[in-house]
């Protein structure tokens, strides 16, 4: 490719980087608000929410958006690492990267990957359970009536059902002669007219609880496996610090936005490049060594 074409095409490719980046760093931002409630809320606010983000048609055309933005920023890096190598083979005669440029800005390729390891792990664990899991638990809670405790489904009405009453599935309802059983993951049904009469939650919160307070063994050999997915995602939200350290004001220039609010758009960049992914990080922790 000629000298200029190629040029052409790395600012292309810069210009695509950057704006998927930052639509990514929205995308962060509403995650770790949603998340957050892991802390500050309750289980069944945690599932209204997910059941929300799951079902209104708005969020899911942006998280279409962010699918195609993780897998369009992923690509587009790999292509532009690459035709930086091509375009400059052996390297320069006095190269001292160290003092050139920081750590972030020399490694964003390799932190890139990690992360995209990262969320592709992280999919499978909650995101897939979500909506393919058939045996994703439903959320009950437990009541006390007349001293005696009992659970009860919340349906997305508002009403509660015992749990005694709802089979696991149609022919288990049959079996045991159950009033109710459940379809879809979530759905109430009545085993004589076969109806749908109410619709649950999926129970995304336990899901979520369960893993990072897991005391399985890993692979069989690792014991206390909770214990070593939240140190896993603290290091990640290290890696993701550092990522977002360098990329979020290196979008700002590859977008070629340099102006008297540069200096403010940096340190806002530094500050979401910390307190982003320690707030992220404060979550499994919680969740394991608090809750
Ligand atoms: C460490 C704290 C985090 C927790 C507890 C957490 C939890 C979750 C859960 C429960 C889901 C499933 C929600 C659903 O399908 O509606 C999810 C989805 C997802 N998470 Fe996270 N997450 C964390 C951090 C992150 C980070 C740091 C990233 C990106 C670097 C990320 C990227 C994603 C993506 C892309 C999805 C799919 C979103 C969608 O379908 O719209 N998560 N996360």
Redesign the pocket.
Known sequence: MAQSALLKSSIAKKYWMALTGLFLCL??AG?LAG?LQ?IFGDALQFNQY?LF??SNPAVKLL?YL?YFS?LFHAVDGILLTIQNKKARPIGYAKSNPAANSGFASRNMAVLGTL?LV??VT??VN??AK??FDKKMPVYATTVEMMGQKQDLYVTTSGTYIPVTQVAKDSKEAEEIGAQLYIDHGKDFYNTQAKIKVGEGYKD?HKI?FDFFKSKAKLFGAIPNEGLVFTIL?VLC?GV?AFHLWHGFQSAFQSLGINNKFTPAIKTFGKLFAVIVPIL??I??LYIHFVK
Do not use: E, G, R
């Open positions: 995308f962060l995650h998340n892991l997910a983000m799951t998280s962010t993780i992360i990262f969320i992280h999919m909650f995101w979500m909506h995304l979520t995602y939200m993701l992220f990080a979550i499994p």
